[in-house]
Nanobody, 117 residues
Framework: QVQLVESGGGLVQPGGSLRLSCAAS????????MGWYRQAPGKERELVAA???????NYADSVKGRFTISRDNAKNTVYLQMNSLKPEDTAVYYC???????????WGQGTQVTVAS
C-alpha cells in the first residue's frame, strides 16, 4: 500500500520561505517519478515541480528560480523548498508519485500553504 504524507505547510508572510516534505512508503521514490502539485480555491490542480527517476527536474514557469524540488533517497522523502513566496502561491500542495512502469499514480492528502501579511 502506497502512502504519501505531506507536511510543512502553514502561514507565511510574502517573501518568506517554507519547506514541504513528502514522506513515502510502499514506493521507492528514487526509482519512480515524483511531483508537487497545488490547487488554489476555484482553480484546477497544477504541476509545480517534478523529478523523474533519472533525476531530471522541471518546474512551472511561475515558480522557476524560487522553488526547488529535491529528494533524500535514504529517507524516501521528497522536498519542496519554497523561497520568495507570494500571495499567489497560496494553495493546497499535494505530493504525487507515478510508477515508471505501470504509470499508476498516487496522491498525498495535501498540505495548506497560505502566504499573507
Amino acid at each position: 500500500q502506497v502512502q504519501l504524507v505531506e507536511s510543512g505547510g502553514g502561514l507565511v508572510q510574502p517573501g518568506g520561505s517554507l519547506r514541504l516534505s513528502c514522506a513515502a512508503s510502499g514506493i521507492i521514490i528514487s526509482t519512480n517519478n515524483m511531483g508537487w502539485y497545488r490547487q488554489a480555491p476555484g482553480k484546477e490542480r497544477e504541476l509545480v515541480a517534478a523529478v523523474t527517476s533519472g533525476g531530471t527536474t522541471n518546474y512551472a514557469d511561475s515558480v522557476k528560480g524560487r522553488f526547488t524540488i529535491s529528494r533524500d533517497n535514504a529517507k524516501n522523502t521528497v522536498y519542496l523548498q519554497m523561497n520568495s513566496l507570494k500571495p499567489e502561491d497560496t494553495a493546497v500542495y499535494y505530493c504525487k508519485a507515478v510508477r515508471v512502469i505501470s504509470r499508476l499514480a498516487y496522491w498525498g492528502q495535501g498540505t495548506q500553504v497560505t502566504v499573507a501579511s
